[in-house]
């Protein structure tokens, strides 16, 4: 099984949207949970990490279910400038200054007019 | 807003060559890392560096990879012998507490 798996997509949908994307991990003892944004060939961006009450920011809503090893995102009225790859991310948080990221491949997302 | 900056851009070299990629991190930061993503995959963690020693490496982080923070700025990846297959992106990041900061990157490419 992989660490982090995403549907690759692509997920094309008509401006104003609302798409989500879902990812499993397989490691119970991940401690932190992010959502990425890569455009194409640049550096992943925060978009958003995510916590186990839930969390949103303006259009973007994060969930995760520790019980089913279970993180979603949540994007809605989509923008043209929402057209990216959205990584989830996981963080198993070995002490001593590790705290790796282990990334899924990516769901990619394109915003039609 | 502070940033972690690479260089170069992208770097082109020939099979059993010796590159350096170098990165400056944010400045107040702690943690140091390197990731790489092969065209089309995912991005995958090489190194994790913390008070000047490696704290944890992957599989792909063999004998042919080295690190350094040669002074209080920059820190560095070294690949000893390229292989074919290390051509891809490789990412700095950095961070204080929390979030990891990524670099915009250094494109290596062996011929």
């Known amino acids: 099984r992989k660490e982090v798996e995403q549907d690759p997509g692509p997920f094309n949908v008509p401006e104003g949207a609302t798409v989500a994307f879902n990812c499993t991990y397989s490691n119970s003892a991940s401690q932190s949970f992010f959502w990425y944004r890569q455009d194409c060939r640049k550096e992943p961006k925060l978009l958003m990490s995510?916590?186990?009450s839930g969390n949103e920011d303006g259009r973007f809503t994060a969930q995760l279910n520790r019980a089913s090893q279970y993180i979603s995102l949540l994007i809605r009225d989509s923008k043209l400038s929402d057209s990216a790859t959205y990584l989830c991310?996981?963080?198993?948080?070995?002490?001593?200054?590790?705290?790796?990221?282990?990334f899924g491949t990516g769901t990619q997302l394109k915003v039609e007019l | 807003e502070p940033e972690v900056t690479q260089t170069p851009s992208h770097q082109v070299t020939q099979m059993g060559q010796e590159v350096i990629l170098r990165c400056v991190p944010i400045s107040n930061h702690l943690y140091f890392y390197w990731y790489r993503q092969i065209l089309g995959q995912k991005v995958e963690f090489l190194v994790s560096f913390y008070n000047n020693e490696i704290s944890e490496k992957s599989e792909i982080f063999d004998d042919q990879f080295s690190v350094e923070r040669p002074d209080g700025s920059n820190f560095t990846l070294k690949i000893r012998s390229t292989k074919l297959e290390d051509s891809a992106m490789y990412f700095c990041?950095?961070?204080?507490?929390?979030?990891?900061?990524f670099g915009p990157g250094t494109r290596l490419t062996v011929l």
């Open positions: 990041a950095s961070r204080r507490e929390g979030t990891q900061y």
């Open positions: 991310v996981v963080n198993i948080g070995i002490t001593g200054g590790g705290n790796k990221l282990t």
């Open positions: 995510v916590y186990s």
